[in-house]
């Protein structure tokens, strides 16, 4: 339907504007559609081929953040059906997970489609568990117990700025404001500007004497802040430490990105891993597409890396839909395959396509398709 839609804007564009106009959009109307075939096509794959029969843990979870980020993009229907069906499923509730951090990332997809349809019960589940964790640390316990890597900063934060949004209470950005920097400076490498995954990993080597500086761990903590900031007040007094990170992390970023756009295991030393790897890449993508698209990150620098990642990211999809080269569930830089996909990287593809495809039919369109043709072809 939404494919459909978008011929008839290209048919009726190409009428009404100028011949040069109607080519310029045109070109970057094609390329958005494109995106959305690969989309579509990744996110039948995934459909098809579920991790598990049924699961609301951080998996299946950051699955949806993607599919929402689809819906987004796309508007379809069906698309949004599949998020509420799953939310229905579960009855709205948090996660399995022992982790405290990961029980948070169902909410996030609970919130998107509760701001869609305001119904209470969508987010009273979520609300009253995070309620019970702000009440055990009133009661003494202590507020980082379970936030001690790095994933926490893209599962938890985001649904407690969206709860602060839903809710109109302060409580919920105190409580996020308070794990969130915690976290950064308990894990961030001032000097590269860059995080550990965990303490495990402060003084590791590799066999090269590099650092071991994740990739998807610092995907994590990259893709976690533009779901932050969507639903931070823009007078927010910490709205400002949050840009800076992300500006920060962005630059350290495209400075490591290979040649092929896609970024290895372990950012400071890609030799350690030297095959792709498409999990950190997709989180690194979407980032970056989202702050040009948001005017954060300036489109003369970070436009091409941007664009260089999505055209890598494309080329790791097989006609089936498959994503290929996602390093397996773990904890620091491993070895991934060609042939080796997982949920979480599906998810983490669909949300960077939606921000790629938001370039394509914004200002920048021209520039973008232009780019993604040459990197295409290279």
Not at 292 to 316: F, M, Q, S
Not at 343 to 369: C, I
Request: aromatic fraction near 10%.
């Amino acid at each position: 339907m939404v494919i459909r839609l978008l011929s008839v804007c290209l048919v009726v564009a190409a009428a009404t504007a100028p011949a040069s106009a109607a080519q310029v959009q045109d070109d970057a109307q094609n390329e958005a559609r494109r995106v959305l075939d690969v989309m579509y096509r990744v996110r039948a794959y995934q459909n098809q081929h579920p991790w598990r029969a049924t699961d609301r843990n951080w998996i299946r979870a950051t699955y949806y953040t993607g599919v929402m980020g689809m819906y987004r993009a796309t508007k379809d229907p069906e698309v949004l059906e599949q998020a509420l069906r799953w939310a229905e499923k579960h009855e709205w509730r948090e996660g399995t997970e022992r982790e405290v951090a990961n029980r948070k990332t169902c909410g996030q997809t609970y919130l998107e489609l509760y701001f869609l349809d305001p119904k209470p019960e969508r987010i009273a589940a979520i609300r009253a568990y995070v309620d019970s964790r702000m009440a055990r640390i009133a009661g003494g316990e202590s507020p980082l117990k379970g936030w001690y890597y790095v994933d926490t900063l893209y599962v938890g934060p985001p649904t407690l700025a969206m709860l602060g949004q839903a809710t109109g209470e302060k409580r919920y950005y105190d409580y996020l404001h308070r794990v969130y920097w915690a976290v950064v400076g308990r894990l961030l490498d001032k000097e590269d500007h860059l995080f550990y995954r965990d303490a495990r990993f402060f003084k590791a080597r590799t066999p090269r004497g590099r650092k071991v500086l994740w990739s998807r761990g610092n995907g994590w903590a990259f893709g976690g802040i533009p779901r932050v900031l969507e639903h931070l007040p823009k007078d927010d007094p910490q709205r400002k430490r949050y840009v800076e990170l992300f500006q920060a992390m962005a630059a350290a970023l495209v400075a490591r990105q290979s040649a092929d756009g896609l970024w290895r295991s372990n950012l400071d030393d890609p030799e350690q891993c030297p095959n792709p790897e498409t999990s950190g890449t997709a989180f690194f993508c979407y980032g970056l597409a989202w702050g040009v698209n948001e005017g954060l990150l300036p489109k003369d620098r970070y436009l091409l890396p941007a664009v260089k990642a999505w055209t890598g990211l494309v080329r790791h999809v097989n006609e089936a839909g498959r994503l290929g080269y996602v390093q397996p569930v773990g904890a620091e830089p491993r070895p991934a395959r060609e042939n080796q996909t997982h949920e979480y990287a599906s998810g983490l593809f669909l949300l960077a396509g939606g921000e790629v495809h938001r370039l394509l039919l914004s200002g920048t369109g021209k520039s973008a398709a232009e780019l993604i043709r040459h990197c295409s072809e290279e």
